[in-house]
């Protein structure tokens, strides 16, 4: 990747501007413990980026429980979100975003809904992303390319002007999929299973001083 070339900067969501996904991660276990299925909070790290009624398939083809009804173990899953989160912002990304814009096209690539993607961004960064792609907008989820191919073509820019940035690994794939320069921070994973990324950063304070250090 060469940074002089760089436009665009396309962040995913959770994991990466926000500190949501133990909720995330809480609300599986809750609604799949109604129907005594027994997960690992790892297991839900891993699947970090796909849509939740996704996740949840998954899980019960792996249990061979695929007679419970994943739609409805979804929105139970949503509601127990809704009532538990905390969320927060990584400190100082706000404000660190709000300069890079200036000069840079920002955007936000999730496989949220649109519901929560526009709650967050306008809650913690508002007027600074030009693009925002959610979970509804796509037909593919990561680690399909489209979430990110569908960002660039939004921006109008072309793949070698963008990076992207993920913590996720099904993410890192996404982006490598789309054929996209990517970073990887380890918010809830080992640094290890992102290592397709072009450059893995261990935390977020990594992160904010290479983003410092080259678009500010
Ligand atoms: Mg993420």
Redesign the pocket.
């Known amino acids: 990747m060469d940074i002089n070339q760089i436009k665009a900067l396309l962040f995913?969501?959770?994991?990466?501007l926000i500190d949501s996904?133990r909720y995330h991660t809480k609300s599986f276990l809750q609604a799949f413990r109604k129907y005594d299925v027994k997960i690992k909070e790892e297991k839900i790290y891993n699947l970090?980026?796909k849509e939740d009624i996704y996740i949840i398939k998954d899980i019960l083809e792996q249990k061979n429980l695929e007679n419970l009804d994943s739609k409805k173990i979804a929105k139970e899953r949503r509601e127990i979100f809704n009532q538990i989160e905390r969320t927060k912002v990584f400190d100082g990304m706000p404000e660190l975003l709000k300069k890079i814009t200036k000069e840079y096209e920002l955007s936000v690539v999730?496989?949220s809904t649109r519901r929560n993607l526009n709650n967050f961004v306008n809650k913690f960064y508002p007027n600074i992303f030009d693009c925002l792609v959610s979970g509804d907008d796509l037909s593919n989820q990561k680690p399909h390319p489209e979430p990110f191919e569908k960002c660039v073509k939004g921006v109008n820019i072309e793949k070698d002007e963008a990076i992207a940035i993920?913590?996720?690994p099904l993410?890192v794939e996404s982006v490598k999929n789309a054929e996209l320069a990517c970073i990887a921070v380890a918010?809830?994973v080992q640094p290890q299973s992102l290592k397709e990324a072009d450059i893995v950063f261990e935390n977020h304070k990594e992160l904010k001083a290479y983003l410092k250090n080259n678009f500010l």
């Open positions: 995913d969501m959770d994991g990466v996904m970090e980026g999730s496989g993920e913590n996720a993410g918010t809830y």
